[in-house]
Protein backbone atom coordinates (compact mmCIF):
# COMPACT_ATOMS: atom_id res chain seq x y z
CA UNK A 1 0.00 0.00 0.00
CA UNK A 2 2.95 2.41 0.56
CA UNK A 3 3.75 2.35 -2.97
CA UNK A 4 0.21 3.32 -4.19
CA UNK A 5 0.93 6.86 -4.17
CA UNK A 6 3.90 7.97 -2.04
CA UNK A 7 6.70 6.98 -4.24
CA UNK A 8 9.14 5.09 -1.54
CA UNK A 9 10.45 7.64 0.41
CA UNK A 10 11.88 10.80 -1.82
CA UNK A 11 8.52 12.62 -2.49
CA UNK A 12 4.79 11.53 -2.25
CA UNK A 13 3.85 13.27 -5.50
CA UNK A 14 2.74 10.21 -8.47
CA UNK A 15 3.97 13.09 -11.05
CA UNK A 16 7.17 12.80 -9.71
CA UNK A 17 7.77 8.77 -9.85
CA UNK A 18 6.55 8.60 -13.08
CA UNK A 19 8.96 11.67 -14.23
CA UNK A 20 11.93 9.04 -13.00
CA UNK A 21 10.18 6.78 -14.90
CA UNK A 22 10.67 8.75 -18.06
CA UNK A 23 13.97 9.31 -17.44
CA UNK A 24 15.23 5.50 -16.60
CA UNK A 25 13.65 4.74 -20.12
CA UNK A 26 15.98 7.15 -21.78
CA UNK A 27 18.59 5.19 -20.04
CA UNK A 28 18.95 7.59 -17.17
CA UNK A 29 20.85 9.86 -19.04
CA UNK A 30 22.85 12.28 -17.34
CA UNK A 31 21.18 15.19 -19.41
CA UNK A 32 22.00 18.81 -19.03
CA UNK A 33 19.24 21.52 -19.08
CA UNK A 34 19.90 24.83 -21.07
CA UNK A 35 20.20 26.57 -17.76
CA UNK A 36 23.05 24.36 -16.92
CA UNK A 37 24.84 24.65 -20.52
CA UNK A 38 24.55 28.47 -20.15
CA UNK A 39 25.86 28.19 -16.83
CA UNK A 40 28.96 26.47 -18.22
CA UNK A 41 29.19 29.35 -20.90
CA UNK A 42 29.22 31.97 -18.24
CA UNK A 43 31.59 29.94 -16.10
CA UNK A 44 34.60 30.06 -19.55
CA UNK A 45 33.52 33.50 -20.14
CA UNK A 46 34.32 34.40 -16.25
CA UNK A 47 37.46 32.53 -16.69
CA UNK A 48 38.38 34.41 -19.52
CA UNK A 49 37.57 37.60 -18.05
CA UNK A 50 39.71 36.78 -15.20
CA UNK A 51 42.67 36.58 -16.97
CA UNK A 52 42.10 39.98 -18.67
CA UNK A 53 41.20 41.41 -15.28
CA UNK A 54 45.15 42.90 -15.25
CA UNK A 55 44.68 44.72 -17.98
CA UNK A 56 43.50 48.47 -18.55
CA UNK A 57 39.78 48.83 -17.87
CA UNK A 58 37.89 51.34 -20.16
CA UNK A 59 35.72 53.88 -18.47
CA UNK A 60 32.24 53.03 -17.12
CA UNK A 61 29.45 54.13 -20.37
CA UNK A 62 27.10 54.89 -17.16
CA UNK A 63 27.39 58.39 -15.53
CA UNK A 64 29.39 58.20 -12.29
CA UNK A 65 30.05 60.85 -9.63
CA UNK A 66 33.27 62.11 -8.00
CA UNK A 67 33.87 59.29 -6.01
CA UNK A 68 33.69 57.34 -9.11
CA UNK A 69 30.54 55.47 -8.26
CA UNK A 70 27.02 55.31 -10.54
CA UNK A 71 25.48 58.56 -10.74
CA UNK A 72 21.45 57.88 -10.91
CA UNK A 73 20.63 62.23 -10.19
CA UNK A 74 19.69 62.58 -13.68
CA UNK A 75 17.52 58.96 -14.17
CA UNK A 76 13.94 60.22 -14.98
CA UNK A 77 15.97 61.31 -18.08
CA UNK A 78 17.21 57.76 -18.62
CA UNK A 79 15.62 55.80 -21.94
CA UNK A 80 14.91 52.74 -21.73
CA UNK A 81 17.65 51.76 -24.08
CA UNK A 82 19.99 53.18 -21.80
CA UNK A 83 18.80 51.64 -18.91
CA UNK A 84 19.57 48.26 -19.94
CA UNK A 85 22.55 49.23 -21.42
CA UNK A 86 23.65 50.53 -17.94
CA UNK A 87 22.21 48.15 -15.60
CA UNK A 88 24.15 45.31 -18.19
CA UNK A 89 27.55 47.52 -17.21
CA UNK A 90 26.93 47.32 -13.85
CA UNK A 91 25.92 43.59 -13.24
CA UNK A 92 29.45 42.91 -15.19
CA UNK A 93 31.24 45.45 -12.67
CA UNK A 94 29.59 43.04 -10.14
CA UNK A 95 30.53 40.32 -12.03
CA UNK A 96 34.21 41.41 -11.50
CA UNK A 97 33.93 41.82 -8.04
CA UNK A 98 32.21 38.63 -7.45
CA UNK A 99 35.21 36.99 -9.44
CA UNK A 100 37.52 37.97 -7.16
CA UNK A 101 35.46 37.70 -4.05
CA UNK A 102 35.10 40.99 -2.83
CA UNK A 103 31.44 39.88 -2.23
CA UNK A 104 29.94 43.38 -0.04
CA UNK A 105 31.41 45.33 -3.94
CA UNK A 106 29.70 42.50 -5.76
CA UNK A 107 26.40 43.45 -4.14
CA UNK A 108 26.35 46.65 -4.25
CA UNK A 109 26.84 46.82 -7.89
CA UNK A 110 24.05 44.02 -8.58
CA UNK A 111 21.36 46.72 -6.42
CA UNK A 112 22.57 49.72 -8.46
CA UNK A 113 21.63 47.51 -11.66
CA UNK A 114 18.63 46.43 -9.80
CA UNK A 115 17.64 50.27 -9.23
CA UNK A 116 17.88 50.58 -12.95
CA UNK A 117 15.88 47.12 -14.33
CA UNK A 118 14.09 44.38 -12.37
CA UNK A 119 15.80 41.45 -14.33
CA UNK A 120 15.70 37.76 -12.90
CA UNK A 121 19.81 37.15 -13.32
CA UNK A 122 20.83 40.07 -11.16
CA UNK A 123 18.47 38.85 -8.34
CA UNK A 124 20.56 35.23 -8.86
CA UNK A 125 23.52 36.82 -8.79
CA UNK A 126 22.92 38.55 -5.90
CA UNK A 127 21.86 34.87 -4.10
CA UNK A 128 24.85 33.66 -4.85
CA UNK A 129 26.81 36.19 -3.24
CA UNK A 130 24.80 35.62 -0.51
CA UNK A 131 25.91 32.07 -0.44
CA UNK A 132 29.36 33.24 -0.26
CA UNK A 133 29.13 35.16 3.00
CA UNK A 134 26.69 32.65 4.16
CA UNK A 135 23.88 34.44 4.52
CA UNK A 136 21.11 32.15 3.74
CA UNK A 137 18.16 33.98 4.59
CA UNK A 138 19.03 36.44 1.87
CA UNK A 139 19.77 33.56 -0.21
CA UNK A 140 16.00 32.29 -0.10
CA UNK A 141 15.37 36.34 -0.11
CA UNK A 142 16.87 37.19 -3.36
CA UNK A 143 16.17 33.86 -5.05
CA UNK A 144 12.46 34.31 -4.11
CA UNK A 145 12.67 37.37 -6.18
CA UNK A 146 14.16 36.14 -9.18
CA UNK A 147 11.97 33.37 -8.97
CA UNK A 148 8.84 35.44 -9.10
CA UNK A 149 10.21 37.00 -12.68
CA UNK A 150 11.39 33.77 -14.20
CA UNK A 151 9.35 30.86 -12.35
CA UNK A 152 11.53 27.93 -14.10
CA UNK A 153 14.64 29.27 -13.21
CA UNK A 154 16.32 25.84 -12.63
CA UNK A 155 19.64 26.80 -11.31
CA UNK A 156 17.70 29.74 -8.77
CA UNK A 157 15.27 26.94 -7.68
CA UNK A 158 18.03 24.57 -6.83
CA UNK A 159 20.10 27.39 -4.81
CA UNK A 160 17.21 28.37 -3.07
CA UNK A 161 16.50 24.79 -1.97
CA UNK A 162 19.35 24.27 -0.90
CA UNK A 163 19.41 27.63 1.56
CA UNK A 164 16.34 26.15 2.64
CA UNK A 165 17.55 22.71 3.65
CA UNK A 166 20.32 24.53 5.51
CA UNK A 167 17.61 27.05 7.62
CA UNK A 168 15.54 23.77 8.26
CA UNK A 169 12.95 24.77 6.15
CA UNK A 170 12.99 21.19 4.66
CA UNK A 171 8.91 21.63 3.12
CA UNK A 172 10.51 24.31 1.33
CA UNK A 173 13.06 22.68 0.10
CA UNK A 174 11.18 20.19 -1.06
CA UNK A 175 8.57 21.69 -3.15
CA UNK A 176 11.16 23.61 -5.00
CA UNK A 177 13.16 20.12 -5.72
CA UNK A 178 9.96 18.61 -6.89
CA UNK A 179 9.25 21.64 -9.12
CA UNK A 180 12.72 21.18 -10.68
CA UNK A 181 11.31 17.54 -11.39
CA UNK A 182 7.97 18.12 -12.89
CA UNK A 183 9.87 20.86 -14.98
CA UNK A 184 12.71 18.18 -16.00
CA UNK A 185 15.72 20.15 -15.70
CA UNK A 186 17.76 17.56 -13.85
CA UNK A 187 18.06 14.27 -13.94
CA UNK A 188 16.89 11.69 -10.80
CA UNK A 189 20.50 11.19 -9.80
CA UNK A 190 21.03 14.82 -8.91
CA UNK A 191 17.47 14.97 -7.65
CA UNK A 192 16.10 11.94 -5.95
CA UNK A 193 18.62 12.06 -3.28
CA UNK A 194 18.39 15.56 -2.13
CA UNK A 195 14.39 15.05 -2.25
CA UNK A 196 14.63 11.68 0.02
CA UNK A 197 17.11 13.73 2.45
CA UNK A 198 15.04 16.27 2.56
CA UNK A 199 11.89 14.44 3.17
CA UNK A 200 13.56 12.54 5.86
CA UNK A 201 14.44 15.66 7.58
CA UNK A 202 11.00 17.23 7.23
CA UNK A 203 9.42 13.82 8.89
CA UNK A 204 11.85 13.49 11.29
CA UNK A 205 11.69 16.84 12.96
CA UNK A 206 8.12 16.61 12.93
CA UNK A 207 8.45 13.67 14.45
CA UNK A 208 9.98 15.07 17.65
CA UNK A 209 7.83 17.84 17.73
CA UNK A 210 5.29 15.81 18.08
CA UNK A 211 5.91 12.56 20.15
CA UNK A 212 9.48 14.28 21.59
CA UNK A 213 11.99 12.28 23.25
CA UNK A 214 13.64 10.68 20.61
CA UNK A 215 17.18 11.69 19.16
CA UNK A 216 15.78 11.91 16.07
CA UNK A 217 19.12 12.62 14.38
CA UNK A 218 20.91 10.20 15.77
CA UNK A 219 18.38 7.10 15.85
CA UNK A 220 19.40 3.74 13.62
CA UNK A 221 15.92 2.12 12.00
CA UNK A 222 16.42 -0.84 14.57
CA UNK A 223 16.24 1.94 17.28
CA UNK A 224 12.88 3.16 15.74
CA UNK A 225 11.48 0.07 15.24
CA UNK A 226 11.61 -1.07 18.41
CA UNK A 227 11.27 2.44 20.13
CA UNK A 228 7.40 2.54 21.92
CA UNK A 229 5.34 5.95 21.71
CA UNK A 230 7.02 5.94 25.82
CA UNK A 231 8.58 8.89 27.94
CA UNK A 232 6.64 11.42 25.48
CA UNK A 233 5.35 14.33 26.29
CA UNK A 234 1.86 12.75 25.05
CA UNK A 235 1.55 9.33 26.04
CA UNK A 236 -0.85 7.48 24.42
CA UNK A 237 -4.16 7.29 25.99
CA UNK A 238 -5.90 5.50 23.97
CA UNK A 239 -6.14 1.42 23.61
CA UNK A 240 -5.18 -0.04 19.68
CA UNK A 241 -7.43 -0.92 17.46
CA UNK A 242 -10.21 -3.29 18.77
CA UNK A 243 -8.85 -6.37 15.90
CA UNK A 244 -5.72 -5.92 17.89
CA UNK A 245 -7.01 -6.34 20.90
CA UNK A 246 -9.57 -8.68 20.27
CA UNK A 247 -6.02 -10.91 18.33
CA UNK A 248 -3.93 -10.77 21.23
CA UNK A 249 -6.57 -11.60 23.99
CA UNK A 250 -7.72 -14.38 21.89
CA UNK A 251 -4.56 -16.60 22.37
CA UNK A 252 -5.38 -16.91 26.90
CA UNK A 253 -7.68 -18.84 27.85
CA UNK A 254 -10.26 -16.94 29.01
CA UNK A 255 -10.50 -16.25 33.10
CA UNK A 256 -13.87 -15.33 34.51
CA UNK A 257 -13.69 -15.49 37.89
CA UNK A 258 -11.16 -15.13 40.88
CA UNK A 259 -10.71 -16.81 44.07
CA UNK A 260 -12.67 -15.47 47.03
CA UNK A 261 -15.07 -13.43 45.26
CA UNK A 262 -17.42 -11.23 47.29
CA UNK A 263 -20.20 -9.39 45.63
CA UNK A 264 -20.38 -7.12 48.68
CA UNK A 265 -16.98 -5.90 47.42
CA UNK A 266 -16.97 -2.76 44.87
CA UNK A 267 -13.33 -3.91 44.24
CA UNK A 268 -14.64 -7.32 43.38
CA UNK A 269 -17.38 -6.71 41.61
CA UNK A 270 -15.22 -4.39 39.50
CA UNK A 271 -12.54 -6.54 38.87
CA UNK A 272 -15.60 -9.28 37.76
CA UNK A 273 -17.07 -6.66 35.69
CA UNK A 274 -13.25 -6.62 33.81
CA UNK A 275 -12.38 -9.80 33.55
CA UNK A 276 -16.18 -10.56 32.07
CA UNK A 277 -15.28 -7.27 29.53
CA UNK A 278 -12.12 -8.53 28.61
CA UNK A 279 -13.65 -12.00 26.92
CA UNK A 280 -16.40 -10.24 25.23
CA UNK A 281 -14.93 -9.46 21.70
CA UNK A 282 -17.03 -6.39 21.45
CA UNK A 283 -15.52 -2.89 20.36
CA UNK A 284 -16.64 -1.26 23.73
CA UNK A 285 -15.97 -3.89 25.82
CA UNK A 286 -12.06 -3.22 25.92
CA UNK A 287 -12.15 0.48 26.95
CA UNK A 288 -14.84 -0.76 29.93
CA UNK A 289 -12.47 -3.54 31.16
CA UNK A 290 -9.63 -1.13 30.99
CA UNK A 291 -11.85 1.20 33.17
CA UNK A 292 -12.48 -1.88 35.87
CA UNK A 293 -9.23 -2.99 36.10
CA UNK A 294 -7.87 0.73 37.13
CA UNK A 295 -10.79 1.08 39.72
CA UNK A 296 -10.56 -2.53 41.29
CA UNK A 297 -6.55 -1.56 41.47
CA UNK A 298 -7.39 1.64 43.44
CA UNK A 299 -9.77 0.33 45.82
CA UNK A 300 -7.73 -2.77 46.64
CA UNK A 301 -5.11 -0.58 47.28
CA UNK A 302 -6.84 1.10 49.48
CA UNK A 303 -8.23 -1.72 51.17
CA UNK A 304 -5.13 -3.14 51.21
CA UNK A 305 -3.23 -0.31 53.13
CA UNK A 306 -6.00 -0.58 55.88
CA UNK A 307 -5.03 -4.20 56.16
CA UNK A 308 -1.99 -4.96 54.59
CA UNK A 309 -1.35 -8.35 56.06
CA UNK A 310 -4.82 -10.09 54.10
CA UNK A 311 -3.28 -12.59 51.56
CA UNK A 312 -6.44 -12.17 49.95
CA UNK A 313 -6.59 -9.14 49.10
CA UNK A 314 -2.73 -9.56 47.61
CA UNK A 315 -4.12 -11.83 45.49
CA UNK A 316 -6.60 -9.55 44.12
CA UNK A 317 -4.61 -6.52 44.09
CA UNK A 318 -1.99 -8.68 41.74
CA UNK A 319 -4.66 -9.78 39.20
CA UNK A 320 -6.10 -6.00 39.02
CA UNK A 321 -2.70 -4.95 38.68
CA UNK A 322 -1.61 -7.53 36.51
CA UNK A 323 -4.17 -6.26 33.68
CA UNK A 324 -3.71 -2.89 34.08
CA UNK A 325 -0.20 -3.38 33.21
CA UNK A 326 -0.93 -4.78 30.22
CA UNK A 327 -3.48 -2.30 29.08
CA UNK A 328 -0.62 0.22 29.74
CA UNK A 329 1.46 -1.77 27.49
CA UNK A 330 -1.06 -2.04 24.91
CA UNK A 331 -1.71 2.00 25.34
CA UNK A 332 2.28 2.18 24.53
CA UNK A 333 3.27 2.84 27.77
CA UNK A 334 5.75 0.20 28.70
CA UNK A 335 7.32 1.52 31.68
CA UNK A 336 4.11 1.82 33.81
CA UNK A 337 3.23 -1.42 32.36
CA UNK A 338 6.43 -3.22 33.96
CA UNK A 339 6.17 -1.09 37.24
CA UNK A 340 2.25 -2.58 37.46
CA UNK A 341 3.43 -6.16 36.58
CA UNK A 342 6.26 -6.53 38.77
CA UNK A 343 4.31 -4.99 41.86
CA UNK A 344 1.87 -7.56 40.92
CA UNK A 345 4.21 -10.52 40.35
CA UNK A 346 5.55 -9.40 43.98
CA UNK A 347 2.10 -9.47 46.15
CA UNK A 348 1.18 -12.72 43.77
CA UNK A 349 2.89 -14.53 41.09
CA UNK A 350 0.61 -15.81 38.19
CA UNK A 351 1.71 -17.37 35.01
CA UNK A 352 -0.12 -13.94 33.06
CA UNK A 353 2.44 -11.87 35.01
CA UNK A 354 5.66 -13.49 33.79
CA UNK A 355 3.95 -14.12 30.28
CA UNK A 356 3.33 -10.33 30.12
CA UNK A 357 7.10 -9.58 31.45
CA UNK A 358 8.14 -11.24 29.01
CA UNK A 359 6.33 -9.59 26.25
CA UNK A 360 7.75 -6.14 27.84
CA UNK A 361 11.35 -7.42 27.56
CA UNK A 362 10.32 -8.77 24.07
CA UNK A 363 9.47 -5.00 22.93
CA UNK A 364 12.97 -3.65 24.69
CA UNK A 365 15.19 -6.90 22.54
CA UNK A 366 16.12 -8.23 25.87
CA UNK A 367 15.77 -11.83 24.91
CA UNK A 368 17.17 -13.16 27.30
CA UNK A 369 15.19 -11.68 30.26
CA UNK A 370 12.29 -12.63 28.20
CA UNK A 371 13.25 -16.48 28.52
CA UNK A 372 13.72 -16.10 32.11
CA UNK A 373 10.28 -15.33 32.57
CA UNK A 374 8.98 -18.07 30.38
CA UNK A 375 10.83 -20.14 32.84
CA UNK A 376 9.33 -18.64 36.07
CA UNK A 377 6.11 -19.24 34.37
CA UNK A 378 6.66 -23.04 33.92
CA UNK A 379 7.87 -23.41 37.40
CA UNK A 380 4.31 -22.39 38.37
CA UNK A 381 2.53 -24.20 35.87
CA UNK A 382 4.24 -26.73 33.31
CA UNK A 383 1.03 -27.31 31.15
CA UNK A 384 0.22 -23.38 30.59
CA UNK A 385 -0.40 -23.38 26.54
CA UNK A 386 -0.41 -20.04 26.45
CA UNK A 387 3.17 -20.25 27.69
CA UNK A 388 4.51 -22.47 25.20
CA UNK A 389 2.94 -20.38 22.70
CA UNK A 390 4.26 -17.23 23.11
CA UNK A 391 7.65 -18.72 23.46
CA UNK A 392 7.24 -20.49 19.83
CA UNK A 393 5.98 -16.92 18.56
CA UNK A 394 10.09 -15.60 19.89
CA UNK A 395 11.81 -18.84 18.58
CA UNK A 396 9.88 -18.08 15.15
CA UNK A 397 10.86 -14.24 15.63
CA UNK A 398 14.56 -15.16 16.19
CA UNK A 399 14.65 -18.15 13.80
CA UNK A 400 14.94 -20.12 15.82
CA UNK A 401 12.17 -22.77 14.16
CA UNK A 402 13.14 -26.50 15.83
CA UNK A 403 12.02 -24.52 18.48
CA UNK A 404 9.32 -22.48 17.60
CA UNK A 405 8.29 -26.06 16.10
CA UNK A 406 7.88 -28.07 19.34
CA UNK A 407 6.80 -24.87 21.64
CA UNK A 408 3.62 -24.59 18.92
CA UNK A 409 3.09 -28.77 19.10
CA UNK A 410 3.26 -28.33 22.74
CA UNK A 411 0.98 -25.47 22.82
CA UNK A 412 -1.15 -27.27 20.69
CA UNK A 413 -0.93 -30.60 22.75
CA UNK A 414 -2.08 -28.68 26.00
CA UNK A 415 -5.11 -26.55 24.54
CA UNK A 416 -6.20 -28.52 21.56
CA UNK A 417 -9.13 -26.44 21.41
CA UNK A 418 -7.22 -23.13 20.90
CA UNK A 419 -6.89 -22.67 17.14
CA UNK A 420 -3.44 -20.45 16.99
CA UNK A 421 -1.06 -22.79 18.05
CA UNK A 422 -2.83 -24.89 14.77
CA UNK A 423 -2.24 -21.04 12.33
CA UNK A 424 1.09 -20.46 13.50
CA UNK A 425 2.59 -24.26 12.91
CA UNK A 426 0.97 -23.83 8.97
CA UNK A 427 2.65 -20.58 9.03
CA UNK A 428 6.10 -22.01 10.02
CA UNK A 429 5.94 -24.33 7.90
CA UNK A 430 5.68 -22.13 4.84
CA UNK A 431 8.71 -20.00 6.39
CA UNK A 432 10.73 -23.02 6.01
CA UNK A 433 9.50 -23.30 2.36
CA UNK A 434 7.30 -26.12 2.62
CA UNK A 435 4.09 -25.46 1.05
CA UNK A 436 2.69 -28.80 0.78
CA UNK A 437 2.88 -29.22 4.71
CA UNK A 438 1.76 -25.72 5.15
CA UNK A 439 -1.57 -25.86 3.18
CA UNK A 440 -2.17 -29.64 4.52
CA UNK A 441 -2.06 -27.87 7.88
CA UNK A 442 -3.97 -25.51 7.09
CA UNK A 443 -6.69 -27.92 5.66
CA UNK A 444 -6.59 -29.44 9.47
CA UNK A 445 -7.12 -26.27 11.06
CA UNK A 446 -10.14 -25.69 8.64
CA UNK A 447 -11.72 -28.88 9.53
CA UNK A 448 -11.42 -28.41 12.90
CA UNK A 449 -12.79 -25.02 13.47
CA UNK A 450 -14.79 -24.59 9.99
CA UNK A 451 -16.50 -22.02 11.32
CA UNK A 452 -13.24 -19.85 12.49
CA UNK A 453 -12.54 -17.10 10.29
CA UNK A 454 -8.72 -17.16 11.49
CA UNK A 455 -7.92 -20.00 9.30
CA UNK A 456 -8.96 -18.48 5.88
CA UNK A 457 -7.48 -14.99 6.97
CA UNK A 458 -4.45 -16.41 7.06
CA UNK A 459 -4.08 -18.55 4.61
CA UNK A 460 -5.12 -15.74 2.51
CA UNK A 461 -1.70 -13.87 3.79
CA UNK A 462 0.04 -16.65 2.81
CA UNK A 463 -1.31 -17.24 -0.40
CA UNK A 464 -0.65 -13.25 -1.09
CA UNK A 465 3.03 -13.89 -0.05
CA UNK A 466 2.97 -16.73 -3.34
CA UNK A 467 1.53 -14.22 -5.72
CA UNK A 468 -2.05 -16.78 -5.94
CA UNK A 469 -3.96 -13.85 -6.09
CA UNK A 470 -6.91 -15.44 -7.11
CA UNK A 471 -6.96 -17.89 -4.31
CA UNK A 472 -5.90 -15.42 -1.75
CA UNK A 473 -9.20 -13.47 -2.70
CA UNK A 474 -11.35 -16.13 -2.29
CA UNK A 475 -9.68 -16.86 0.88
CA UNK A 476 -10.20 -13.21 2.44
CA UNK A 477 -13.68 -13.20 1.19
CA UNK A 478 -14.57 -16.85 3.12
CA UNK A 479 -13.03 -14.82 6.44
CA UNK A 480 -15.06 -12.07 5.96
CA UNK A 481 -18.45 -14.21 5.68
CA UNK A 482 -17.08 -16.03 8.73
CA UNK A 483 -16.21 -13.13 10.67
CA UNK A 484 -19.69 -11.73 9.94
CA UNK A 485 -21.69 -14.63 10.99
CA UNK A 486 -20.08 -13.87 14.66
CA UNK A 487 -21.03 -11.82 17.56
CA UNK A 488 -18.14 -11.11 18.69
CA UNK A 489 -14.58 -9.73 17.27
CA UNK A 490 -12.11 -12.50 16.16
CA UNK A 491 -10.10 -11.22 12.90
CA UNK A 492 -12.01 -8.35 13.04
CA UNK A 493 -11.07 -5.92 10.00
CA UNK A 494 -8.58 -7.74 9.03
CA UNK A 495 -9.45 -9.67 5.94
CA UNK A 496 -11.12 -6.07 4.27
CA UNK A 497 -7.90 -4.36 5.06
CA UNK A 498 -5.94 -7.36 3.28
CA UNK A 499 -8.21 -7.70 0.34
CA UNK A 500 -8.03 -4.26 -0.04
CA UNK A 501 -4.32 -4.21 -0.14
CA UNK A 502 -4.17 -7.46 -2.52
CA UNK A 503 -6.60 -5.61 -5.08
CA UNK A 504 -4.33 -2.68 -5.31
CA UNK A 505 -1.54 -5.00 -6.78
CA UNK A 506 -3.77 -5.08 -10.13
CA UNK A 507 -4.98 -1.61 -10.03
CA UNK A 508 -8.23 -1.61 -12.38
CA UNK A 509 -10.68 1.18 -12.06
CA UNK A 510 -13.25 -2.00 -10.16
CA UNK A 511 -10.37 -2.69 -8.05
CA UNK A 512 -9.56 0.37 -7.32
CA UNK A 513 -13.49 1.52 -6.19
CA UNK A 514 -13.49 -2.24 -4.22
CA UNK A 515 -9.95 -1.46 -2.51
CA UNK A 516 -11.39 2.11 -1.31
CA UNK A 517 -14.90 0.64 -0.18
CA UNK A 518 -13.27 -1.69 1.82
CA UNK A 519 -10.84 0.29 3.30
CA UNK A 520 -13.77 3.06 4.15
CA UNK A 521 -15.49 0.06 6.12
CA UNK A 522 -12.58 -1.55 8.32
CA UNK A 523 -12.22 2.76 9.34
CA UNK A 524 -15.44 2.85 9.97
CA UNK A 525 -15.48 -0.32 12.22
CA UNK A 526 -12.33 -0.08 13.79
CA UNK A 527 -11.38 3.76 13.64
CA UNK A 528 -8.33 2.93 16.42
CA UNK A 529 -6.90 0.62 13.12
CA UNK A 530 -3.90 2.74 11.89
CA UNK A 531 -3.27 -0.19 8.91
CA UNK A 532 -7.05 0.76 8.01
CA UNK A 533 -6.15 4.73 7.77
CA UNK A 534 -3.06 4.64 6.16
CA UNK A 535 -4.31 2.06 3.58
CA UNK A 536 -7.70 4.62 3.07
CA UNK A 537 -5.20 8.07 3.02
CA UNK A 538 -3.42 5.94 0.08
CA UNK A 539 -6.42 5.62 -1.46
CA UNK A 540 -7.69 9.39 -1.40
CA UNK A 541 -4.11 10.90 -2.85
CA UNK A 542 -4.79 8.74 -5.67
CA UNK A 543 -8.47 10.62 -6.15
CA UNK A 544 -6.80 13.55 -5.53
CA UNK A 545 -8.86 14.38 -2.32
CA UNK A 546 -5.38 15.49 -0.59
CA UNK A 547 -6.39 17.24 2.14
CA UNK A 548 -8.28 14.19 3.61
CA UNK A 549 -5.15 12.38 2.99
CA UNK A 550 -3.43 14.25 5.28
CA UNK A 551 -6.14 13.68 7.90
CA UNK A 552 -5.55 10.17 7.88
CA UNK A 553 -1.96 9.98 7.47
CA UNK A 554 -1.74 12.12 10.78
CA UNK A 555 -3.98 10.09 11.92
CA UNK A 556 -2.40 6.98 11.49
CA UNK A 557 0.62 8.38 13.11
CA UNK A 558 -0.82 8.79 16.58
CA UNK A 559 -2.18 5.52 16.21
CA UNK A 560 0.96 3.63 15.13
CA UNK A 561 2.75 1.91 18.16
CA UNK A 562 6.61 1.72 17.27
CA UNK A 563 8.48 5.01 16.53
CA UNK A 564 9.05 3.44 12.64
CA UNK A 565 5.71 3.27 11.86
CA UNK A 566 4.66 6.56 13.13
CA UNK A 567 7.88 8.24 10.97
CA UNK A 568 6.45 6.02 8.02
CA UNK A 569 2.94 7.76 8.44
CA UNK A 570 4.54 11.01 8.95
CA UNK A 571 6.60 10.86 6.16
CA UNK A 572 3.44 10.28 3.53
CA UNK A 573 2.01 13.17 5.21
CA UNK A 574 4.97 15.35 4.95
CA UNK A 575 5.00 13.78 1.20
CA UNK A 576 1.47 14.89 0.84
CA UNK A 577 1.59 18.04 1.53
CA UNK A 578 3.86 18.77 -0.69
CA UNK A 579 1.70 17.54 -3.73
CA UNK A 580 -1.08 19.77 -1.83
CA UNK A 581 1.01 22.61 -2.36
CA UNK A 582 2.02 22.11 -5.80
CA UNK A 583 -1.54 21.24 -7.09
CA UNK A 584 -2.22 24.43 -5.53
CA UNK A 585 -0.37 26.65 -7.88
CA UNK A 586 -2.18 26.51 -11.61
CA UNK A 587 0.41 26.93 -13.38
CA UNK A 588 2.66 23.72 -11.62
CA UNK A 589 -1.30 22.42 -11.67
CA UNK A 590 -1.61 22.28 -15.36
CA UNK A 591 1.79 21.01 -16.17
CA UNK A 592 1.28 17.95 -14.20
CA UNK A 593 -1.79 17.36 -16.22
CA UNK A 594 0.12 17.57 -19.36
CA UNK A 595 3.19 15.04 -17.66
CA UNK A 596 0.58 12.75 -17.37
CA UNK A 597 -1.51 13.09 -20.14
CA UNK A 598 2.01 12.04 -22.14
CA UNK A 599 1.87 9.24 -19.67
CA UNK A 600 -0.96 7.84 -20.31
CA UNK A 601 -0.48 8.33 -24.35
CA UNK A 602 2.84 5.85 -23.84
CA UNK A 603 0.50 3.54 -21.66
CA UNK A 604 2.69 4.17 -19.01
CA UNK A 605 -0.65 4.37 -17.18
Known amino acids: MATVAATGTAIGAYYYYNQLQQQQQR ?325 NSYIYMALIMADRNDSTEYYNYFDKALKLDSNNSSVYYHRGQMNFILQNYDQAGKDFDKAKELDPENIFPYIQLACLAYRENKFDDCETLFSEAKRKFPEAPEVPNFFAEILTDKNDFDKALKQYDLAIELENKLDGIYVGIAPLVGKATLLTRNPTVENFIEATNLLEKASKLDPRSEQAKIGLAQMKLQQEDIDEAITLFEESADLARTMEEKLQAITFAEAAKVQQRIRSDPVLAKKIQETLAKLREQGLM
Not at 76 to 89: G, I, Q, R, S, V
Not at 209 to 228: H, V
Open 27 to 351: GKKNTINKDEKKDTKDSQKETEGAKKSTAPSNPPIYPVSSNGEPDFSNKANFTAEEKDKYALALKDKGNQFFRNKKYDDAIKYYNWALELKEDPVFYSNLSACYVSVGDLKKVVEMSTKALELKPDYSKVLLRRASANEGLGKFADAMFDLSVLSLNGDFNDASIEPMLERNLNKQAMSKLKEKFGDIDTATATPTELSTQPAKERKDKQENLPSVTSMASFFGIFKPELTFANYDESNEADKELMNGLSNLYKRSPESYDKADESFTKAARLFEEQLDKNNEDEKLKEKLAISLEHTGIFKFLKNDPLGAHEDIKKAIELFPRV
